[in-house]
């Protein structure tokens, strides 16, 4: 039989009050709150932090607090991404995020959901899928990447955009929903 976090990775229906993932949220919780609570002069404690908390790192990557994340397991960023203040990503399912991506203040970023049928939800079970952005993305502020999406290498999503559907590369897309508004040459 499968555990809980066997089923989460493979996105399957699955129970996140289980014991070993309320264990690892609790260790992201922890490592978020050392994160928050360092000053911009320590350089090296935030980069031994955020090799910490994320399954891959590149160089470079610079993280405003505050940050939250549910594990930082499932998160692997590339070289020189960085995050405004106050982003979430909620990562029960991978979060891959290309080189040279670049996230506004208050982005979330999901892969969790529920299901739609009421009985279901109260069953108490969830499920995830996963989120990949590419390379030289910007996401402006409070935009939100609703779980399963893909985001082409570099586009441009306006802020407070809630991205539903993947996004192809080299376009600037917003809105609610996101949509196309162009394609960017170059």
């Known amino acids: 039989m499968a555990t809980e976090k066997e089923r989460m990775l493979a996105g399957e229906m699955y129970d996140a009050a289980d014991a070993q993932l309320?264990?690892?949220?609790?260790r992201a919780r922890d490592l978020c709150k050392a994160l928050n609570g360092s000053d911009d002069t320590e350089h090296e404690l935030r980069q031994r932090i955020i090799g910490d908390l994320f399954a891959g790192v590149g160089d470079a990557v610079w993280i405003e607090p505050p940050f939250h994340c549910d594990y930082g397991s499932?998160?692997?960023?590339?070289?020189?991404v960085y995050f405004?203040?106050?982003?979430?990503?909620l990562d029960p399912r991978p979060?891959?995020?290309?080189?040279?991506?670049?996230?506004?203040p208050a982005v979330?970023?999901?892969?969790?959901s529920h299901p739609m049928i009421a009985a279901e939800r109260r069953a108490g079970g969830e499920f995830a899928l996963p989120v990949e952005i590419?390379?030289?993305?910007?996401i402006g502020g409070g935009a939100i990447v609703c779980p399963g999406v893909r985001i082409g290498s570099r586009s441009v999503i306006g802020a407070g955009s809630v991205i539903t559907r993947d996004i192809p590369e080299e376009v600037f897309a917003a809105g609610n929903p996101c949509r196309i508004i162009k394609h960017i040459d170059g």
């Open 22 to 26: 309320v264990a690892e949220r609790r």
């Open 74 to 80: 499932n998160i692997t960023l590339g070289s020189k």
């Open 84 to 89: 405004n203040f106050n982003c979430i990503i």
């Open 95 to 104: 979060v891959i995020i290309g080189a040279n991506a670049l996230f506004g």
């Open 108 to 112: 979330q970023i999901y892969t969790a």
């Open 134 to 138: 590419g390379s030289d993305v910007w």
